[in-house]
């Protein structure tokens, strides 16, 4: 069996994403991986050729800024990364820049892809989400938060990157037939210092909105985590890759989890949800299967 991984990089040293934890935490599964370096205005280029692994392969692209509706420009690059995956790949294991895998999870991971690699009516693997919020202590647990998403893929043609690149479909819309992964993704993208976060949503802002805009979560300043409507203590450990980082964390935030910020539907959505393990209405970017 081989496994190829891919992620897409720019500016992310100006960004503060944990892209190099991201990479250290898949390289166990795959025997390569893919780095599509966008042209950048900071040293990502040079930051990601210092990652000490002769598993890795950087490709250099430029991104279509003029690309800016509904973020497809993370698309286009996702789907240049995939392109250049090993062709024989049986499984192709995708990692956002901010995302970072368990290595507690690896052995299920492994098991999983050996299981299905040798059925073609799995076509992806699904993980679980953790989306961690103002700190490491807390994980965000409303309804906005996407609870599971599709992060491995067969390695076939007509499988692209979907929409802002969040998952994956088959001919530009069929959901992909998938199967669990047994593996949880640790969501970073909102755990930053607030002046970092900024300028990570500053940047990010440009793929789905006009200047103006963006020039408006600029003058704003430092982001504000305290309008959160729904959060929880984690209870778990950190992957291990990313427990040098959290060391040296240089903010404090602090939440009270028993206050929600609820309408009285969502409050009743939400409790639904806890008591039950049902989501009434959530939106699926995938078909689960019994393989």
């Not at 990502?44 to 991104?63: C, D, N």
């Not at 003058?219 to 305290?226: L, V």
């Amino acid at each position: 069996m081989f496994v190829s991984g891919f992620t897409i990089a720019r500016n992310v040293v100006q960004g503060d994403y944990p892209l190099r934890e991201a990479v250290e935490s898949v390289l166990p599964l795959v025997d390569e991986m893919i780095i599509a370096v966008g042209k950048s205005e900071d040293e990502t280029l040079a930051y990601v050729r210092s990652f000490p692994s002769s598993k890795i392969r950087i490709i250099e692209t430029e991104w279509d800024d003029s690309l800016r509706k509904g973020g497809v420009v993370l698309a286009v690059e996702t789907n240049k990364a995939l392109d250049a995956c090993n062709p024989a790949a049986d499984w192709c294991l995708y990692i956002q820049a901010d995302e970072c895998l368990h290595e507690t999870d690896y052995p299920a991971i492994r098991q999983a892809m050996e299981q299905h690699a040798g059925n073609p009516a799995v076509e992806g693997l699904l993980f679980r989400y953790l989306h961690f919020y103002g700190s490491y202590d807390y994980v965000a647990d409303s309804r906005r938060w996407y609870r599971h998403e599709v992060r491995i893929i067969r390695r076939n043609p007509d499988i692209r990157s979907y929409m802002d690149a969040q998952g994956f479909r088959k001919y530009g819309k069929e959901k992909l037939r998938v199967c669990d992964s047994g593996g949880t993704v640790y969501h970073y993208g909102w755990v930053k210092h607030p002046e970092a976060q900024t300028q990570k949503l500053v940047q990010s802002s440009r793929f789905w909105h006009a200047d103006d805009y963006v020039q408006e979560i600029a003058d704003a300043g430092s982001f504000d985590y305290s309008g959160i409507d729904s959060l929880r203590h984690f209870e778990g450990r950190h992957p291990q890759v990313m427990r040098e980082r959290i060391a040296r964390i240089n903010w404090a935030f602090s939440a009270d989890p028993t206050r929600k910020r609820f309408g009285f539907k969502q409050r009743l959505l939400y409790v639904i949800e806890k008591l039950s393990g049902w989501r009434p209405g959530e939106f699926r970017n995938f078909k689960r299967i019994r393989p």
